[in-house]
């Protein structure tokens, strides 16, 4: 009974883009929350590889979760960046670089299931769709925990903004080669308007790389605007955390 209910709920999260609306809406998500954390463990079956219920696709579900309210508090670091503290600002980079770990961690366990993974048909849109549909997932948090770090901190700056770019032109080729599944195609077909905002924004943060501290608010502004963010922030009411 307790094992349906929770994978009664985790359906639910799990088909709807509760992530990227609240990232889009300058909002924290609620799944990121230690009890939400328990349900999606609670969900994982053992031997599954991609599958929604695999380790690995529960692992990066619990990854992406944290990246709205990371935007959210980059966002106010950025616009309020006179004012912020010195410790709010490294807590804020700190937790940045462990998500950023996190997910590069998870994609060297991802390349080693995919190198053990026998083969399978690309029409077999219950494992070969999913593995596409997790990788280009891996990929746009990749490329938003790297610009969001780079915009707080000047050391690396030009390298980050070179593997943003890459991780971007890489969700971009991967799209291009996947016609032949129509569930991973539109699955890469609506994540890649992360690729296409960080492509799109590229030069702006080039430009930035010589820079010192923070960089300027216009600069990650025009990042979100062109990702399609709805909401941004204005310093105050919209970012009390």
């Not at 999606?40 to 031997?47: R, T």
């Not at 912020?84 to 490294?90: K, T």
């Amino acid at each position: 009974m307790y094992d349906s209910l929770v994978y009664f709920r985790f359906r639910i999260v799990a088909y709807i883009p509760q992530c990227a609306e609240t990232l889009l809406n300058n909002e924290t998500c609620f799944l990121e929350e230690p009890a939400w954390t328990e349900i999606f463990k609670s969900a994982i079956v053992p031997g599954e590889t991609f599958a929604d219920r695999s380790s690995l696709n529960i692992e990066l579900m619990m990854i992406k979760c944290r990246v709205p309210s990371l935007a959210k508090r980059t966002n106010h670091a950025v616009v309020t960046q006179t004012a912020i503290s010195s410790e709010c600002l490294a807590n804020l980079i700190a937790d940045i670089r462990t998500l950023r770990s996190s997910v590069m961690s998870w994609r060297r366990k991802f390349n080693i299931a995919l190198i053990s993974k026998e083969d399978c048909s690309p029409y077999d849109t219950l494992d070969y769709a999913k593995r596409y549909e997790v990788f280009g997932l891996s990929l746009v948090v990749n490329i938003m925990t790297t610009r969001l770090l780079l915009c707080l901190e000047p050391n690396g700056r030009a390298y980050l903004e070179e593997e943003v770019h890459n991780l971007a032109l890489e969700l971009k080729d991967t799209q291009r080669l996947i016609t032949d599944n129509r569930r991973a195609a539109l699955f890469l077909a609506q994540k890649a308007k992360f690729a296409d905002a960080a492509i799109a924004t590229h030069d702006i943060f080039v430009e930035a790389a010589g820079n010192r501290g923070i960089v300027e608010p216009w600069m990650l502004e025009k990042f979100f605007t062109v990702l399609g963010r709805r909401k941004g922030c204005d310093g105050q009411a919209c970012c009390e955390l």
